[in-house]
């Protein structure tokens, strides 16, 4: 019991520290952050254009178009813009220093996900507070039907950032083999932007994409979180598209844990 509780303060103590260094360089994420409310009053510009001359898009009305987008976007800023585990892995594959992490009494995914925890926890916090001042601009905008949807659409969330960061861990792992993390990590951010919803929702796209969507993990990050806030599926098949998040979460970590198991083999220390 003492050894699970001293790796559990270690655990902690990765977080803590993770969030006074996040702290520490407050001009950077607040600029991040600032940056993203921005694209969101662009993308608000571009969605008001369009309705203008329709009264429905998809099937979506202007107020739920409106929640979409104000939600989808607060969802992705919860965990999107700084979830970047490729760049510290990358970091200390460059600078050397992996070498002494292999060392360390903690598993190294894991200390990597506690790492990322923290930075989202600040994430989250802005998040709400930006979501907040949106609510206040924009009444319509809607609340969950029900306290119970709010919970599902909680749970929803924690599996969404757990797929999406697992996907970051095994693009950073990608970088034992290139040594550097610039290619993957656009490349990744520009296939979850658009597979998970984050431009737009996944249901006005062509049948045949959505098919291929539906077989892949990303949805799961930013469309059904979504979804399950505005009450587009009832309780049954909010529960059954959690479930369906949940083993891509143990899909992905199991891939996480494969892809690190392979890239240890493959490690070369460069400058250290």
Known sequence: MNARQGLLKRYMALLKMEVEQTMAYRFSFFTSFLAQIVKTLVMLAVWIAVYQRRETVAGFSYSMMLTYLLISQSVNNVYGFMNDAERPISKKIR????????LKPVNFVTARLMENVGKTTLQLIFAVLMFLVFKLCMPSLALPQSPLMALLFAVSLVAGYLIMTFTSLISGLGTFWLMNDWGLRNAKNAIIQFFSGALAPLSMLPGWMQGVMNVLPFKGIVYVPTMIYMGQYDVASALGQ??????????????TRLTFGLAIKKISINGG
């Open 95 to 102: 600078q050397g220093t992996i070498g002494f992490d292999l």
């Open 242 to 255: 959690i479930a369906v998040q949940l083993v891509w979460v143990v899909i992905m970590y199991a891939l």
